[in-house]
């Protein structure tokens, strides 16, 4: 059981002398178990949060709370994954994915035995021993989320994981995501400035607004789950894509 | 393939097959470039082209050599040698290595001893050999020390570099996965450094037989820089043939110590990623 909290996160910076805004007071609640997704314009301050949340940088005012506990500066306690894939090019995908394992002193073998089923049943059984540069990048991608679940944190955060990807992957990518999600029980905030991902992955999305970024919208996805490509030809599909597409619209106006 | 189109069989291409065959005859083509070479100059210096006082002659090399080695030194005279160059290669390149890594852990002390680093980098070391072996001895230790010093800091600029370039956010990704400093370090800076580290040793190997060279010809009682020196004085230029000879073979043997140290430090893993 976890859930997730940003209460009045904001982060400024200093640019030339000047102060500027990169998140505006931030107010959010990923209840557990919940896909939520976080869409808008690019610099609007969506990496930032993720930031804050991973504990990787410090807000400027505000906390993230899991579970109640404050976590703010705190990292570690969330499993994070980037656009880029990052994994490190000398090591094979079976050692790349456990690093997580290592880091936290547990034997190369246990965690090995322990991630092979885990590669073998998400799609990467043939790929264990080779290096990434052998893989395609949707398949790196895989190997990157499956050392993020190995990690085995109740939260995951996902800045545009499929962001890099062409649009056949992508769509293979995103049924492979659900499936995982659906498994493992998992509260994902998903980072994403693709419409239709959002809607056909998300409980719930929330849109945030041009620099400075906040959440100016949130929506709720009531489609039926388990989704398919189906889903994309539903009537409620398509209203909840028009009013999104709408609402980015006057964003994308406000900004020039 | 005509033939086998007739047996309709199809064609199958093998580039493996083209690399190897390729692979043979251009060594086939290296060795016999080097016979005619050897070739040449033993016939020239024969029929008085080539002045055989200056230019010795192979066989004369080879006679010579022989001579060195059963009546004279030379196997002393190169176990010195190559014994210097190599423990002042290891010993400078692993210092190197590690003061350029070190660089890593903190901005500030990097930041004060990067212009110290440019400045010793841009001392001309072998201009200091005299005071080194005054300072340390006519012996074994002084030569080490001059190859040590000529390693040192192209392997510490060079880790250097590689620590520069390492990837901010996969610093990033292991810090979300819970990583301290320590396991940054392990796990990603020392592997990003090493083809940068690589990338160099062929270049500091030679840059160590020079420096133990250079201090053997300043003042030495063996190795074969001295034997060279020596033989000049005395007007023996087939001797300094030997000598250079035989440093020509020492250094292609160094080179292929690290061609081979360069496969172990690289086993699974693509040059330059």
């Known amino acids: 059981m976890s859930e997730l909290e940003i209460a009045g996160c904001s982060k400024y910076y200093k640019k030339n002398g000047v102060p500027m805004c990169a998140l505006a007071d931030t107010d959010l609640r990923v209840e557990n178990g919940r896909f939520v997704s976080i869409i808008g314009p690019s610099g609007c301050g969506k990496s930032t949060l993720f930031n804050i949340i991973a504990g990787l940088i410090k807000p400027s005012s505000g906390r993230i709370l899991l579970d109640g506990k404050d976590i703010t500066q705190e990292s570690g306690h969330v499993g994070y994954m980037l656009q880029k894939d990052l994994l490190l090019p000398w090591r094979s995908i079976l050692d790349n994915v456990i690093i997580g394992l290592e880091i936290r002193g547990i034997p190369m073998k246990e965690a090995r035995k322990r991630a092979l089923p885990m590669l073998k049943n998400y799609g990467l059984g043939g790929f264990e021993y080779d290096h990434p540069d052998a893989l395609s990048g949707g398949m790196r991608q895989r190997a990157g989320l499956i050392r993020t679940l190995l990690y085995d944190k109740d939260v995951i955060l996902l800045d545009e994981p499929f962001g890099a990807l062409d649009a056949q992957t992508r769509m293979q990518m995103q049924n492979w995501l659900l499936e995982i999600w659906k498994d493992f029980k998992k509260t994902i905030l998903f980072v994403t400035h693709d419409i239709d991902e959002a809607i056909y992955l998300s409980d719930e999305i929330h849109v945030f607004t041009h620099r400075p970024g906040k959440i100016k919208a949130t929506i709720e996805v009531d489609l039926p789950r388990p989704r398919s490509e189906k889903t994309l030809m539903n009537d409620r599909f398509l209203t909840l894509k028009k009013e999104l597409l709408l609402m980015l619209r006057e964003e994308r106006v406000s900004s020039d | ?273």
């Open chain 2, 1 to 273: 393939m005509p033939d086998k189109l007739k047996n309709n069989e199809p064609f199958i291409e093998d580039p493996t097959i083209q690399t190897t065959k390729l692979g043979r005859r251009a060594f086939v083509g290296q060795v016999l470039v080097g016979v005619i070479i050897i070739f040449l100059w033993e016939f020239l210096t024969r029929i008085g082209w080539l002045d055989s006082y200056y230019w010795s002659s192979p066989s004369t090399i080879v006679h010579t050599g022989w001579k060195a080695i059963t009546q004279g030194t030379l196997l002393q005279d190169l176990a010195y040698t190559s014994g210097s160059t190599i423990l002042g290669f290891v010993l400078g390149t692993a210092a190197g290595y590690i003061l350029g890594l070190s660089f890593w852990w903190s901005e500030l002390y990097s930041r004060i001893f990067e212009p110290y680093m440019i400045a010793f980098n841009a001392i001309p070391k072998l201009a200091l050999a005299p005071v080194l072996v005054i300072m340390f001895g006519i012996g074994f230790d002084s030569k080490v020390i001059l190859a040590f010093l000529m390693t040192i800091i192209v392997a510490a600029i060079a880790a250097y570099s590689g620590v520069q370039s390492v990837d901010r956010d996969l610093e990033k990704m292991l810090v979300s996965l819970g990583a301290k400093r320590r396991h940054v370090f392990m796990k990603v800076v020392v592997p990003t450094t090493i083809p940068w580290i690589v990338s160099i040793l062929k270049i500091n190997i030679s840059l160590a037989l020079a420096g133990t060279i250079v201090g053997e010809f300043i003042s030495s009682r063996q190795g074969i820089g001295r034997m060279i020196l020596y033989a000049g004085q005395v007007l023996d230029i087939d001797l300094v043939w030997v000598g250079v000879v035989v440093l020509s073979l020492l250094s292609i043997v160094m080179y292929l110590g690290t061609v081979w140290l360069e496969h172990a430090l690289m086993k699974g893993r693509t040059p330059k990623s």
